[in-house]
């Protein structure tokens, strides 16, 4: 027997007297209903329930109004298979949004994928949530460093029991308490070359690098293209200053990661370091986490029309909340 679910891409306004207003993008209708069907249809849709047999609640005259005006849709198989589990409200999103999301099942396809972090600070801590909501359980950490309290206000996967700790092993144990079944490994490695990078990617074998690692910053942005070049692998990059963050590029083809190394070894020509700013701010480094999670989420569903940093280095303003592009690869 089908099964329905009320369609988010329809709006439907319950006024008195037993009428409903029902918008869409496509179409707008005001319409007066029976009592009986009007009262069944406010409660179904307050208790956003799951219909199951729709014959024992509507006629079939009924059900074909809320077919026909697209306030029920059938129930896909792969959401039927994510009812009642932290992935549920991620299907369903997805069903409004990308069309072939009740043919493909994204979720299965991000728990194959290996997702490696170069650093463990304020934007990786920021990017793993959004992951692991979408269905990620495979991680790889580097980091030489030790978890510093004063770097509370923006990393927000450690706490002070953890404080002289390495980074890399508070992490794990702080996500092993807080998810099931995540796969998680670590290196204690400081990367001073790609050739250092590359015995972790043959170990940990990934399939896409997140660098959120910012001293020494173009050196190691270097190595990280290199051994992605090498590999094959995609990456992307971000960075938090004052009043601005860098989003992107994230680099997926043999041109991008060409033209990107080619800039990074023209600067490290004339440039011997440049240090980050001491002073952060947690909201800052979530936007650029937030943004750089959207575009490996969208590059993971293979939604490259919504990568706003595909091969792309992006700046967003933390003052006026703007993104613009500011060079390309």
Do not use: W
């Not at 009428?19 to 069907?37: A, C, G, R, W, Y």
């Not at 369903?92 to 463990?120: H, M, P, Q």
Request: net charge positive.
């Amino acid at each position: 027997m089908e099964k329905y679910i009320f369609d988010d891409n329809t709006k439907i306004i319950f006024i008195k007297d037993n009428f409903i207003l029902v918008q869409n993008n496509k179409f707008k209708t005001k319409e007066k209903l029976d009592s009986s069907f009007y009262k069944n249809l406010l409660m179904f849709q307050a208790s956003n329930k799951i219909i199951t047999s729709p014959s024992d609640i509507f006629s079939d005259s009924e059900i074909k109004f809320l077919k026909k005006n697209k306030i029920i849709k059938e129930l896909s198989k792969i959401l039927e298979k994510y009812l009642n589990t932290k992935y549920e409200k991620y299907q369903l999103y997805l069903e409004n949004t990308i069309l072939n999301s009740k043919s493909i099942d994204y979720i299965k396809n991000n728990s194959l994928k290996r997702i490696l972090f170069v650093g463990a600070g304020g934007i990786c801590t920021g990017i793993i949530d959004y992951l692991v909501s979408v269905g990620c359980n495979n991680f790889g950490f580097i980091d030489f460093d030790f978890v510093d309290i004063t770097n509370f206000n923006r990393q927000f996967k450690y706490n002070e029991n953890d404080a002289g700790n390495l980074k890399v092993d508070a992490l794990k144990k702080n996500l092993d308490h807080q998810y099931k079944n995540l796969i998680i490994s670590t290196f204690n490695k400081k990367i001073t070359s790609s050739g250092d990078l590359n015995v972790i990617i043959d170990k940990y074998k990934p399939d896409f690098i997140i660098c959120a690692a910012d001293t020494p910053i173009f050196q190691i942005q270097k190595f990280i293209v290199e051994s992605c070049e090498k590999y094959n692998i995609p990456c992307i990059f971000g960075g938090v200053g004052q009043n601005n963050g860098s989003i992107g590029p994230l680099l997926y083809s043999k041109n991008g990661r060409k033209k990107y190394l080619d800039k990074i070894n023209n600067i490290l020509k004339s440039v011997e370091a440049i240090f980050p700013c001491k002073g952060s701010y947690g909201v800052t480094n979530s936007l650029v986490a937030n943004y750089m999670a959207k575009d490996i989420i969208n590059f993971m569903m293979d939604n490259k029309k919504d990568i706003i940093s595909l091969n792309k280095e992006c700046e967003i303003s933390f003052n006026r909340c703007e993104i613009y592009e500011k060079s390309k690869y």
